[in-house]
């Protein structure tokens, strides 16, 4: 496997898994000696939050399509306003 792949692999095992105290420390120190190991972390982090939240929002609009396709424009209930509250929040 080629070193930029391997070391993905290696950051994303890191956030992605819940590594053991041991392991932590010694990546924590392999952060410290290697200053572009930890700003790669960083930005997969960041990358992962990116994901996470697009997901969301892609979610709250789906459910308010859904909604809207159940109960029609016409419908002013509790739900809509609790779909529309939700979408609200992703912004």
């Known amino acids: 496997m080629r070193p930029e792949l391997e070391r993905l692999q290696?950051?994303?095992?890191q956030l992605l898994h819940k590594p053991q105290p041991e392991q932590a420390a010694?990546?924590?120190v392999q952060e410290l000696l290697d200053p572009d190991l930890a700003s790669d972390t960083e930005l997969q982090r960041r990358i992962y939050?990116?994901?996470?939240?697009?997901?969301?929002?892609?979610?709250?609009?789906?459910?308010?399509t859904i909604h809207q396709h159940l109960y029609g424009a016409h419908?002013?209930?509790k739900w809509t306003r609790l779909v529309?509250?939700?979408?609200?929040?992703?912004?």
């Open 10 to 13: 290696r950051i994303e095992h």
């Open 49 to 64: 939050q990116g994901l996470y939240a697009a997901g969301q929002q892609q979610l709250r609009q789906e459910l308010a």
């Open 75 to 77: 419908h002013s209930s």
């Open 84 to 91: 529309q509250f939700l979408t609200h929040l992703g912004h």
């Open 26 to 28: 010694d990546w924590h």
